[in-house]
Nanobody, 129 residues
Framework: VQLQASGGGLVQAGGSLRLSCAAS????????MGWYRQAPGKQHELVAT???????NYADSVKGRFTISRDNAKNTVYLQMNSLKPEDTAVYYC????????????????????????WGQGTQVTVSS
């Protein structure tokens, strides 16, 4: 299984970027997906998450500016970032909690398994003032 993120770049304050992250490989079902970020010298932090059913959760710092969405058919999650600020500068990582095809047989037989947690490689977002 692989998560491939794209869409980062350099943008001026007030601008917009759209990040994408596609999960591929031996996937049975993807449940929660999300975006996290880490700025230099700061802790890894949650940006936004979305359930398979579309329920969303945002960090207070991005509410009203960022929108997370997903396409379940494509196992892809998106992050639309508007009104970007210099403090949004960070490496953004996508995350997915999923069941693999190797787990599928056991799940269908009634086993209670936990999703596996996967991370993308990170994409740099730089917002200039």
């Amino acid at each position: 299984v692989q998560l491939q993120a794209s869409g980062g770049g350099l943008v001026q304050a007030g601008g917009s970027l759209r990040l994408s992250c596609a999960a591929s490989g031996s996937i049975f079902m993807v449940n929660d997906m999300g975006w996290y970020r880490q700025a230099p010298g700061k802790q890894h932090e949650l940006v936004a998450t979305i359930t398979r059913g579309g329920s969303t959760n945002y960090a207070d710092s991005v509410k009203g500016r960022f929108t997370i969405s997903r396409d379940n058919a494509k196992n892809t999650v998106y992050l639309q970032m508007n009104s970007l600020k210099p403090e949004d500068t960070a490496v953004y990582y996508c995350n997915a909690d999923l069941f693999t095809t190797a787990q599928a047989k056991s799940i269908k037989a009634g086993a209670n398994l936990h999703e596996l947690d996967y991370w993308g490689q990170g994409t740099q977002v730089t917002v200039s003032s």
